[in-house]
């Protein structure tokens, strides 16, 4: 079928708009652009659908299709997120959550195009309001401010994502030999 080649050529083509970098002046032209496309994404790819299982066993032009979904989202957020964190809250937490969904993919084009994505998203939030380094963050005066609030629904999936795409360390043994002597012992994951 044409369909995947002309979806993907679509999604090509909106991943160059997302990418302008033009000011606030076509804010509203941007949110619109956005609630089309996600009324869209909605209808092919439900919100319940497990991607990482539909990715491993899909064609090379859905797995293209996720990619460039991939990069039209960390464009779009990057460059225009806050033309739709006023009107379209909804939709702007549901495109995280398939950003999210996107990231667990494991494939590490993927999931680098989207941590460009997130280092953006947790810079930001950290620098509208920085944490007091002289307090102690278990005592809970992490300062929240209104954007905080609105990802706040993000923030845990995507610290488990992190963490589970983090780089394990190498783990060490200390045992003693046959000989009596304490020896490092590596262990493979």
Same mark, same amino acid.
């Given at each position: ?6 979806? @993907? ?18 804010? &509203? ?6 609630? *089309?496309?996600?009324?869209?994404? %909605? ?7 497990? %991607?990482?299982? &539909? ?23 990057? @460059? ?6 006023? @009107? ?10 398939? %950003? ?7 494939? *590490? ?11 953006? %998203? ?7 309001? !920085? ?11 992490? *300062?929240?401010? !209104?954007?905080?609030?609105?990802? &706040? !629904? ?34 493979? @994951?």
């Amino acid at each position: 079928s044409s369909l995947p080649y002309f979806r @993907n050529a679509s999604l090509q083509c909106l991943v160059e708009v997302a990418s302008l970098k033009i000011g606030n002046l076509h804010d &509203a032209h941007f949110e619109k652009l956005y609630m *089309t496309v996600m009324s869209v994404l %909605l209808s092919l790819l439900p919100p319940q659908t497990d %991607l990482v299982k &539909a990715y491993e066993g899909s064609t090379d032009a859905n797995k293209q299709f996720v990619n460039n979904l991939a990069m039209f989202l960390s464009s779009f957020f990057i @460059n225009h997120a806050s033309a739709i964190e006023k @009107n379209a809250q909804p939709a702007l937490i549901q495109g995280h959550m398939y %950003l999210i969904k996107i990231s667990e993919i494991k494939n *590490t084009e993927i999931f680098k195009s989207c941590l460009e994505y997130w280092h953006v %998203l947790a810079s930001s939030l950290y620098h509208e309001a !920085p944490v007091d380094p002289k307090q102690p963050m278990f005592m809970g005066k992490v *300062t929240s401010t !209104p954007r905080r609030q609105l990802y &706040a !629904p993000v923030l845990s999936p995507l610290r488990s994502v992190l963490i589970s795409n983090m780089a394990k360390p190498e783990e060490v043994l200390i045992v003693e030999d046959e000989n009596g002597e304490i020896v490092r012992e590596r262990v493979k @994951n």
